[in-house]
């Protein structure tokens, strides 16, 4: 009998993040499924760790000084320490932003690094970029395309890309969609949207989540909510971020104050996603959101920018939800204007979702992992 296959992931810390909530979650269903899991943490803190499931997670102590400002090269060194004092099988990257880590530590143990399997989670078409960013930026994705071992793409639209970016074989990209939700989450998204009670104020309710940085890009949407709101409308954007101040004082400076809210990061959406009228995403660049899975699951019409090559076929071409260019105030304005059961599918949005739960993914996962281990 073989033994178990022990996979290391690695995570910064409990902060909210769609990668880390996910990775966190095909963590669990792999151990589940019997294999050896280790998720090496840079730092314990951060609002997702009451819900966390229960991992072997690992931690080096950092003494009297704080990491968060320089956490990527802490979890490098960290990564380091891990494989060299119990090296494991497979190591786990769960998004773009930690592959960094992944190659410097291909680069600093050679032949010795273990296999890597990095998943991509966000477009890497990057046109928010100036362009001399965007270049150096290019060749940053075909150094890593060189030392990675597997590359895992959340939809089949988005490999075409990701074999250019990195100058990897298409046939060895595997397509595994995004596990967003577990079948249980996604009933309950459907329960509570259906069970919810009429609301008594008028006007609509325009719902975004994210993390309050430059990326989501939340000025956009506060500017379109200015145009297309009708007297009694409300904006809620859920999360957190550096972006607080400048949002706030964007809504205070457009007049619209009182009817935007920032009720900062909540560990469930589901009871707000079923009093929203919209959910609206106004990113610049994105994967395969999570954020717009849950809200197909709970039946909530969907508003979105075009901020990745899956976004045209998670909302099937624009059947079930808006699509729009990416900073195109006017075009989300007249989409969140014009928003609403008119222009939703609930039965077939919420069979969409379906596709992205991790009872389908960890399975896929294990096999690529195990492939990866093997080869």
């Avoid at 996910?22 to 589940?32: H, K, Y």
């Avoid at 506060?222 to 004082?249: C, K, N, Q, S, Y």
């Avoid at 935007?260 to 994967?287: C, K, M, T």
Wanted: aromatic fraction near 6%; hydrophobic fraction near 45%; include cysteine.
């Amino acid at each position: 009998m073989q033994p178990p296959l022990h996979i290391l992931a690695y995570v910064h810390s409990f902060e909210p993040g769609g990668v880390e909530r996910v990775g966190l979650r095909l963590c669990d269903a792999w151990q589940s499924a019997g294999a050896n899991v280790t998720v090496l943490l840079g730092r314990s803190d951060g609002a997702m760790r009451r819900d966390a499931p229960r991992l072997n997670y690992v931690r080096y102590p950092s003494g009297p000084f704080p990491t968060a400002w320089c956490e990527t090269a802490w979890m490098i060194l960290c990564l380091w320490r891990q494989v060299r004092s119990t090296p494991p099988d497979v190591i786990f990257c769960p998004g773009n932003s930690y592959t960094v880590v992944a190659v410097a530590l291909r680069l600093l143990l050679g032949g010795r690094c273990p296999p890597v399997v990095a998943k991509v989670s966000n477009s890497l078409t990057r046109n928010d970029m100036i362009a001399p960013a965007r270049l150096a930026y290019r060749l940053w994705l075909r150094l890593q395309g060189g030392l990675v071992t597997r590359w895992v793409s959340m939809a089949a639209s988005m490999r075409t890309e990701i074999a250019a970016a990195m100058g990897a074989p298409e046939a060895e990209i595997a397509i595994i969609e995004d596990p967003a939700l577990d079948e249980r989450e996604g009933l309950r998204l459907a329960r509570a949207r259906d069970d919810r009670p009429c609301r008594p104020e008028a006007g609509r309710l325009f719902l975004s989540v994210g993390r309050l940085c430059p990326q989501k890009r939340f000025d956009l949407l506060i500017r379109a909510f200015t145009l297309a709101a009708a007297p009694g409308d409300r904006l809620v954007i859920l999360g957190e971020g550096p972006g607080r101040p400048r949002l706030e004082a964007l809504a205070r400076r457009l007049g619209v104050g009182q009817r935007i809210s920032l009720p900062g990061h909540r560990r469930d959406i589901a009871a707000w996603l079923a009093q929203a009228d919209a959910f609206v995403l106004s990113s610049d660049y994105e994967g395969v959101p999570a954020v717009i899975i849950e809200a197909m699951a709970a039946g909530v019409p969907v508003v979105a920018t075009n901020s990745s090559a899956a976004m045209e076929d998670l909302l099937d071409g624009g059947r079930l939800g808006r699509l729009v260019a990416c900073g195109d105030t006017a075009a989300l304005a007249q989409a969140m204007a014009e928003a609403g059961p008119a222009h939703s599918n609930v039965e077939a949005a919420r069979a969409q979702a379906a596709r992205f739960r991790v009872e389908r993914a960890a399975p896929a996962y294990l096999k690529v992992l195990r492939a990866a281990a093997s080869a």
